[in-house]
């Protein structure tokens, strides 16, 4: 079994083309013993999961950093400390995010264009081996075969994730990237170069348009917010338009009543003045009577 991860860390960690043709050339060594079987089943990695594979050989210590913290994270989410587990969980996110970033670069040197979607996949994968320690297991071999996810409330089914069983518990190789060519002290025209101009041509060109891409999701995204936000004012405006107009009539409706008021205190007066010339005659008129009646 040492000698089968042996090989499997030597596959998984060539140039994604290179996987199959390399596996069979191991498997026509090995031919005619059991080795030979096991090698043959060697599945060839999701491209999602060559990326974590190159970053785990090529980038070991951001890796290290990822599964550090995702330890961290898993203890602070078994001690229950709230303020440790709010820190860790935003400084995994950006992490994981960071990560992702690197490794679409070192995949992008390595031949490999990363798309949106596998990059998901990529950040799934680093945010599973953060939050489920199999999941750390698995990506720390260098030997997926598949992404993962995982949300930590459940152990992770990794199994079917890895070219064998015994990945886990192994640890990849680190590597260096491939060092440059020495250049040739010759000066002798190159035939090729026309067609290195172009490939690096086009290469330029694909990370142009994953830039633009990514710039104008980012445009379509702010122009949505921009036309809520600008929908949202002019609904508060009406509003404030209507409150106004309802102001309006209500100052229309109290100057009315002051106006009112004003006439019914006049009445009052003129009422109080005829109930006094009343009651005067009233009593003026007793007196009389009585005077009579003496």
Known sequence: ??????????????????????????VKELKGTDLAKQVKALRKPSTAAWVVNLLVRREADQVAQVLAVGEALREAQA????????ALTRQRRQLTAAVTTQARRVAREAGTKVT????????????????????????????????????????????????????????ATVREAEPPARPDLHVVPDPEADRKAVAAAQERLATAEDALAE?????????????????????????????RGRIAELESAAEEVDEEIAE??????????ALAEATRARDAARAALERLER
């Open 1 to 26: 079994m040492a000698e089968l991860l042996e090989i499997a860390d030597e596959l998984y960690g060539l140039p994604l083309p290179d996987f199959t043709p390399a596996r069979d050339a191991r």
């Open 79 to 86: 001690a229950m400390s709230a303020d440790d587990l709010r």
């Open 116 to 171: 949106e979607a596998v990059a998901e996949q990529v950040e799934a994968t680093l945010t599973a081996a953060m939050v489920d320690e199999q999941c750390a297991q698995a990506v720390r071999s260098g030997l997926l075969v598949a992404a993962l996810t995982s949300t930590g409330l459940e152990p992770a089914e990794v199994a079917a994730a890895v070219a064998v069983p015994e990945a886990l518990g192994f640890a």
């Open 215 to 243: 710039a104008a999701e980012a445009h379509e995204e702010a122009a949505a917010a921009v036309g809520e936000l600008e929908a949202r004012s002019l609904q508060l405006q009406a509003e404030i338009d209507e409150l």
């Open 264 to 273: 019914a205190e006049d009445a009052r007066s003129e009422a109080d003045d």
